[in-house]
């Protein structure tokens, strides 16, 4: 079965939308087009139901459900339970406020493994323990592919207590194991902490199966609204102190939120859920539970996207004037893509806007990943990045755009 493209574009009002139209979308891994359902949620909510939720009149009790219902329907595609997904305002304060949790939770002299690979926002509030004694250990990144050897991490594992990287890098784009790495680093004691944002918009994992303590992502780059989310499971979770009012200390969801969710935007998420099953009851699946849905949807996402981005991955091997960034096979990376040349990262991109792809240049927060790899980040990279929706005729775009450019 092969994604329904044509299908996939109608679901999102972008598609239709007059000042969008001869651009080709290449900026999918800074935030994605919103689906319809997230955006119909969000209208009714402002419009019906923008009150104080969880009070007992009807517009307050049902903006309570919806986002109960957010939270749920997101936990049942994840494979978690419901109370170890918890909203907050980006993955970078998420992240932030489960560094100061650990903080508090290590003592002097603990070791914390952390990668070169990663965004800035799952690498930076990691390294900020050491100003609390607690020992920092680099997982090295390849200077030449990219890649995270599992080799170099068993060296680094014994008597570390928590091991953070990126289930794939926003500019390598290789995706990485995460389960084995979680049980490498399970048998040796330490929890794991794995920043989803650049993997989740290719399709939702299985967390349960995958097995890492934390998981996060960006709801806004799985066509939804501008929330971080953050799946903490349980054992964990109120094993860390809690960072928010002590009268919600007993509320799993609430211990790692200290400010107030945006109660429109956590409704809104349910969204996401209703398009995972409009995606799998086009395709067939309708039957399937909620979490083989997602895993119906994931594989049908994953394999379009591998089917258009062979052929990028071989053009941009193939000019001896660039450098491709991360692996050349399809099946082993995300259809994030970076590379090295001659122009900086924001000429190309201002370069590519006249020809109608819309795309852009920089470090994008991976500055230790680019310098890891002999690249200056004030010189940059141009990222191309794409997701589900995209199709034939814009990589074909993309394509010629470069030739024309180059």
Request: a negative charge.
């Amino acid at each position: 079965m092969k994604l329904d493209v044509e299908f996939t574009r109608s679901q999102f009002p972008a598609f239709a939308e007059s000042s969008l139209q001869g651009q080709a979308f290449f900026e999918n891994a800074g935030g994605s087009y919103t689906a319809g359902p997230v955006i119909d949620r969000l209208f009714r909510y402002y419009h019906q139901r923008k009150v104080q939720p969880y009070a007992p009149y009807e517009a307050s009790r049902l903006a309570g459900e919806e986002m109960d219902e957010a939270r749920r329907r997101l936990a049942l595609m994840l494979g978690v339970a419901t109370d170890e997904v918890s909203f907050g305002p980006s993955t970078t304060q998420n992240t932030y406020v489960l560094a100061q949790a650990f903080r508090q939770h290590l003592r002097a002299g603990d070791a914390v493994i952390v990668t070169n690979q990663d965004h800035e926002a799952n690498t930076g509030p990691w390294r900020r323990l050491a100003e609390a004694g607690i020992e920092l250990r680099e997982w090295q990144i390849d200077p030449v592919t990219g890649h995270l050897p599992l080799e170099r991490l068993a060296a680094l594992l014994p008597g570390a207590k928590l091991v953070c990287f990126p289930h794939c890098s926003n500019v390598v784009g290789e995706v990485n194991p995460v389960a084995e790495i979680t049980r490498m680093a399970h048998d040796a004691g330490a929890f794991v902490c794995v920043d989803g944002v650049s993997y989740a918009p290719h399709g939702f994992a299985d967390i349960g199966a995958l097995g890492p303590d934390i998981y996060l992502f960006s709801a806004y780059k799985t066509y939804g609204p501008h929330q971080g989310i953050m799946v903490i499971r349980r054992d964990l979770g109120m094993t860390l102190p809690n960072q928010g009012h002590y009268f919600n200390a007993d509320c799993l969801y609430k211990r790692f939120t200290p400010a107030g969710p945006d109660h429109a935007q956590v409704a809104a998420s349910a969204g996401m859920a209703d398009y995972v099953d409009v995606q799998a009851a086009h395709h067939g699946g309708a039957a399937l539970d909620p979490k083989a849905r997602a895993g119906l949807v994931h594989d049908l996402m994953r394999a379009h996207e591998t089917a258009l981005l062979q052929p990028l991955l071989d053009y941009l091997g193939s000019r001896n004037e660039l450098r491709l960034i991360g692996p050349r096979n399809a099946a082993r990376r995300a259809p994030t893509v970076a590379v090295q040349a001659e122009q900086s990262g924001e000429a190309l991109a201002r370069a590519l806007a006249v020809h109608g792809i819309m795309a852009e240049g920089g470090a994008f927060y991976a500055d230790r990943a680019l310098s890891a790899q002999g690249i200056d980040p004030n010189h940059g990279v141009p990222r191309m990045s794409f997701v589900h929706y995209t199709s034939r005729a814009e990589i074909d775009q993309l394509i010629g755009a470069l030739d024309r450019v180059l």
